[in-house]
């Protein structure tokens, strides 16, 4: 067997971190459904529901979202606190410099999760669902992705 060592610097043996990996993607997958079964219960991925939102006729998807914000706000503050995590480890938000690539990139994000009824999450859910179209867009937003990263050293940053 060889050792390795974990993030904390610590000597673990193969078979140790192969227990841990199969334990952590057990529970990856547990959390992603209970997630991905939530939003579909609050109606988070129905194109209905983001028309709406996006011509101000409910407050339903501005409060989800809201209440996701407080949420990482308020666990952040907590997790911090009491330090729970390694004091290197502490999370810190870094601050990011303003490019005028933002706003088209921002205007082409929204037009298109206006247009579809969709951001990248609930596309899953959609394919999750059986709908079709989410598929092509799902292939969509792949393509798109891929040609940012060709693209990527000739955008402004």
């Known amino acids: 067997m060889k050792n390795l060592p974990n993030i904390d610097g610590e000597v673990q043996t193969e078979s140790a971190n192969q227990k841990t990996s199969l ?3 057990f529970l990856f997958f547990a ?3 209970f997630f991905g079964f939530v939003l579909v219960k609050a109606e988070v991925f129905s ?3 983001i028309q709406e939102m996006f011509r101000f006729q409910s407050f339903h998807m ?3 979202i809201g209440s996701a914000v407080v949420t990482g706000i308020v666990s952040t503050y907590i ?4 330090k729970r995590r390694k004091q290197s480890a502490s999370i810190h938000v870094a601050e990011k410099k303003f490019h005028k690539g933002i706003i088209p990139g921002g205007l082409i994000f929204g037009l298109g999760w206006g247009i579809t009824g969709a951001c990248p999450g609930p596309i899953f859910l959609q394919a999750g669902m059986g709908y079709a179209g989410a598929f092509i ?3 969509a937003a792949l393509s798109g992705t891929f ?5 990527r050293d000739r955008l402004p940053h």
Do not use: A, P
């Open 31 to 33: 959390c992603g459904f």
């Open 47 to 49: 194109w209905y529901r």
């Open 147 to 151: 040609l940012y990263g060709l693209l």
């Open 79 to 82: 997790i911090n606190l009491f």
């Open 23 to 25: 334990k952590n993607i």
């Open 137 to 139: 867009l799902l292939l």
């Open 62 to 64: 501005y409060g989800v």
